[in-house]
């Protein structure tokens, strides 16, 4: 997949493309199973598959104080989109200059001059251009205009019942619930990474560079990996998870990941932590690692002194065996 980060990277004369436009946060099932039937259709009509997406997320530039979480950071995103089989991503730097640009100059810009585009695929709810002012109608008319088609992308929703991943499971329903970002950040609030990798299609993940921290886990015997504040991917509830950890080499181990501010030691900032099971001998510090969470074991307590504490990791080292004994470790490359 090309990766082009502003248009003057994309070749000249490039085109005819199928283009769609989106934040694509997650890349959860619902983009995944659009984006596919996009490269495909792309493919039969002798075009190129190309998705233009942002960074920032227009809201973290518009409502700083109140956007949401990001579920991904640019790196998964783009590895995620890869993996549908996009032949290229215009990943557009999103500033206010950016986003005071009129819908039709937008369109033209990038979508006619700079990719070419043929067919535009958007959802009935888009929006672009100068406060939003650009919608579903408005790039019909520019369609019009400029020579490209609009198809619209439908809600894609589970179906009870059916396999997860089927066909069956990405027929769209009014009645039932859309896959979406949102949906996967309610579920993560709750610490349910069970049923967010559903939506996903994949365990939820977070990167990040190991750091140093109080060392107090390697003086209990169960030395752990701390990521960085500024890990990328949405935090979940504090909790014990059982999940992997994630080398840049493509090692990948199993772990039992700790979120919250360890209240037994009255710690104040919440930290993310993986403790490698049966590895005292690791040097993880400065690398860039991934983590991705299986399942949710317990909430985070706080324990009358060290040894009921070291008790419980215990169990909890035990308990992640039993999670992770029947899946199968992730292969995809970081």
């Known amino acids: 997949m090309h990766l082009w980060r502003d248009l003057a990277d994309v070749p000249d004369g490039f085109g005819p493309s199928v283009v769609t436009i989106g934040n694509f946060d997650g890349v959860h099932r619902g983009h995944a199973g659009v984006l596919q039937r996009m490269c495909a259709d792309a ?53 206010l200059e950016f986003a005071r640009q009129s819908p039709e100059e937008f369109v033209r810009r ?12 958007v959802g009935r709810d888009v929006r672009f251009g100068w406060k939003n002012s650009g919608d579903l109608s408005t790039m019909v008319e520019l369609g019009r205009s400029y020579g490209f088609s609009v198809e619209v992308i439908e809600d894609v929703t589970p179906t009870p019942g059916a396999d997860p991943g089927s066909a069956e499971d990405h027929v ?33 993940r977070l990167r990040g560079e190991v750091v140093h ?41 199993p772990s039992a990941v700790s979120i919250g501010t360890n209240p037994t030691f009255d710690g104040v900032q919440r930290r993310v932590e993986a403790y490698v099971l049966d590895r005292t001998d690791l040097d993880l510090y400065g690398e860039q690692v991934v983590l991705e969470l299986v399942e949710r074991l317990r909430p985070t307590l706080k324990f009358d ?17 039993e999670v992770l004994a029947p899946v199968t470790a992730p292969t995809t490359e970081a």
Do not use: C, K
């Open 305 to 321: 002194g060290i040894e009921p504490l070291i008790t419980q990791m215990h169990a909890d080292v035990e308990r992640v065996r």
């Open 213 to 253: 921290g109080d060392a107090r886990g390697r003086e209990l015997g169960f030395p752990t990996a701390n990521l960085s504040q500024d890990a990328e991917g949405m935090v979940p509830a504090d909790g014990v998870y059982a999940g992997w950890l994630r080398r840049p080499d493509g090692t990948v181990l």
């Open 172 to 204: 769209a329903d009014p009645l039932r619930r859309r896959w979406s970002s949102t949906w996967v950040r309610e579920l993560l609030e709750a610490g349910d990474v069970v049923q967010a990798a559903r939506v996903l299609g994949r365990p939820h």
């Open 43 to 95: 493919r039969g009509a002798g075009a190129s598959a190309v998705a233009v997406t942002f960074s920032p997320h227009p809201l973290q530039v518009h409502h700083p104080d109140t956007a949401p979480p990001l579920l991904t950071g640019d790196t998964d995103r783009l590895e995620l989109l890869g993996a549908t089989g996009l032949d290229a991503v215009l990943l557009l730097p999103y500033s």
């Open 110 to 121: 990038y979508l006619v001059e700079g990719l070419g585009a043929r067919v535009v695929v």
